[in-house]
């Protein structure tokens, strides 16, 4: 009796769990394969057929080839490139130097700094864009993307934590040798610790990289100029409004920009998981 | 002899005083030349803000021109106006989905923390619309809960007919819950990846003892895994409290804010950049900051009171804990 009972327990379990694992996988594709779905369908065809049902005509590019043009999208790429290295460069370099002095050199007003940072997270960030539009208005920062730039490294806190994470893991006694050798500080920084530091920096990148690429909201209120300084995320913006109904369009830019962040998922998705599980952003 | 010895010992002194300054200085030089552009950003973009909000929330006055001293005003509109104060109450709709979720990325973390076939590419599943911008989820979910559209057309394959069916969007009983799913779909795989992560650190040799002893798996879910996480699911649950009340994007990106959908950060939006009242957006900041600083208050408190005996264990692990919440906080503003 007990026997067959753990064997019935046995194979239920695999059963709830598989299903379980199909269907919550399912519901987290639906909304995005439904837009991949109708995004190869001509206008005529979205108009006549249910969205559920797939393309006649199979796979179709033109609808892409027309929002990429549209919505002015290689602009977008430009920018969010140029965007992106900017900050990704600046960023790792700010915050792995912040780092690296504030776990190698006790001085007073190291804690403080430590706490200022830290408390500067929880100062939520939509509010604090009121006053810090006035600020970015009268430095002359907004429809410039070195103004964007500038904020955007600004406001990294979170790869701070791991790269100060990381430092407490290398042996101090690394240092002092190279010390002895007569290597000054910014040697040490430069040629021992910022290659051991490459993990930490690979995830943060990465981590900070999505984040970057995927912002718009401050894209949208810095860089008003749409025609000139679009980003990825905000040449979305051209179908709000009288074209928002136009899907087959829409769902083919949609897609357009989330394919660099799938492709980034997909070659880096270790270090995606370790960076939200050591800093975990929430978006 | 003596004097010689003492010599010595002065030269030494002095050697030593003179090596200590020079790394001395280079110390000094490299701490002000590492942290000057950092504090400077940080001063620049947190803290110079932070002291103008406060001091905007005392004046009536737009991004440009004249500004008037109104005192209290504006904090006593925040309090006294329909649409600013009353819209919190929409937060109870994303604590309630902040706890399904928490409760779903658990249950799921847990079937993916053991041995499941193709389990990463499930994993990768749940987790990607994490990784998709503000603008496209909104774009997708108006989409998907159009009339007739994705929804409806799966539901209608589950046999509802359409004629039952309210718009989702539009009918004000249910567009909240439809904006708590979304938000649910975007931010559970995030949680799960966090729940993972600290399941995987349990020591994988408590199940094989526990299943020796004939413990199933619910009850090693209960005994063995729920102890061991409940820190990380304490400060989870915590998070999506303060998430729920400055609960932002999913209202904004996909209704805009429309039909009873505006959340306090909505309303603040709105204020702030259409209608421009500056200064009473800045007293709407500065109450819901005031409330979440004491949550966070609260809940160190709490932490303080409740794992005590954890702290104590393990001093490292809590303060890294703490260091997480504090960097997941700064995160969910964004």
């Known amino acids: 009796m007990t026997t067959k009972e753990a064997k019935k327990r046995g194979i239920l379990w695999p059963i709830i769990k598989y299903i379980s694992l199909i269907f919550f996988s399912f519901v987290a594709l639906l909304p995005v394969v439904s837009c991949v779905n109708t995004s190869f369908k001509s206008m005529d065809e979205y108009r006549n057929t249910n969205v559920m049902q797939l393309p006649l005509n199979g796979i179709d590019f033109s ?20 965007i992106l290295v900017c900050v990704l460069v600046g960023s790792t370099i700010i915050g792995t130097q912040l780092a690296y002095v504030l776990n190698r050199f006790k001085f007073p007003g190291n804690n403080l700094i430590r706490n200022l940072f830290l408390f500067a997270t929880l100062l939520p960030g939509i509010a604090m864009q009121v006053p810090v539009y006035k600020i970015m208005h009268d430095l002359g920062f907004i429809n410039h993307l070195y103004g964007y730039i500038i904020m955007m490294m600004g406001t990294d806190v979170i790869s701070i934590y791991i790269f100060i994470q990381f430092f407490e893991n290398i042996p101090v006694s690394l240092d002092e040798s190279a010390i002895l050798d007569g290597a000054s500080y910014f040697t040490i920084y430069r040629k021992i610790l910022l290659p051991l530091l490459k993990p930490a920096i690979v995830t943060s990148m990465v981590l900070k990289g999505v984040g970057t690429y995927n912002e718009y909201y401050c894209a949208n209120l810095y860089l008003q100029d749409k025609t000139k300084l679009p980003t990825v995320a905000t040449s979305l913006y051209t179908f709000v409004g009288p074209r928002g109904s136009e899907y087959t369009l829409i769902c083919a830019g949609v897609i357009i920009s989330l394919l ?5 998922f997909i070659l880096c998705q270790k270090q995606i998981y370790s960076g939200i599980a050591m800093g975990a952003v929430k978006g | 002899m003596e004097t010689n010895a003492l010599g010595a010992k002065k030269r030494n002194a002095f050697n030593f005083k003179k090596w200590s300054r020079s790394r001395n200085g280079q110390q000094t030089f490299i701490i002000i030349a590492f942290m000057i552009i950092p504090l400077l950003l940080l001063f620049v973009f947190t803290y110079l803000p932070f002291g103008e909000m406060v001091k905007f929330s005392f004046y009536d006055m737009k991004y440009v021109g004249r500004r008037t001293w109104v005192g209290l005003q504006n904090y006593k509109d925040v309090f006294q106006r329909t649409d600013c104060f009353a819209a ?6 994303y604590l309630l989905g902040g706890v399904l979720q928490i409760i779903l990325a658990l249950y799921l973390a847990t079937i993916l923390s053991f ?171 500065v109450v819901l900051l005031g409330i979440i600083l004491i949550l966070t208050l609260l ?36």
């Open chain 2, 299 to 334: 809940q160190k408190l709490f932490f303080k009171y409740v794992f005590k005996n954890a702290e104590d264990d393990n001093p490292k692990k809590f303060k890294r804990e703490q260091r997480k919440l504090a960097a997941a906080k700064g995160g969910a503003a964004q």
């Open chain 2, 88 to 93: 919190l109450k929409l937060s109870l709709y």
């Open chain 2, 115 to 285: 041995k499941v076939k193709l389990g990463n590419l499930f994993k990768g599943c749940m987790f990607f619309p994490f990784l998709i911008n503000g603008i496209a989820v909104g774009f997708i979910f108006k989409f998907f809960f159009t009339r007739g559209y994705v929804f409806d057309t799966v539901l209608q394959w589950c046999g509802f007919s359409l004629q039952n069916l309210p718009y989702w969007l539009k009918d004000q009983s249910v567009n909240n819950f439809s904006l708590m799913g979304a938000s649910i779909w975007r931010y559970f795989g995030q949680n799960m990846v966090l729940f993972i992560g600290a399941i995987m650190s349990v020591d994988g040799s408590m199940y094989e003892a526990a299943e020796l002893d004939g413990a199933n798996k619910f009850q090693q879910f209960i005994y063995i895994i729920l102890p061991n996480i409940k820190s990380i699911f304490v400060l989870n649950i915590m998070l999506s409290v303060s998430g729920s009340l400055s609960a932002f994007e999913p209202p904004y990106v996909i209704t805009a804010g429309a039909n009873g959908t505006a959340t306090y950060f909505v309303v603040m939006d709105r204020i702030a950049h259409t209608s421009q009242k500056v200064g009473l957006a800045s007293a709407m900041a």
């Open chain 1, 63 to 82: 609808n892409y080839v027309k929002a990429f043009k549209e919505a002015n999208m290689g602009r977008a790429f430009i920018n969010s490139g140029i």
């Open chain 1, 260 to 264: 660099p962040a799938l492709v980034i």
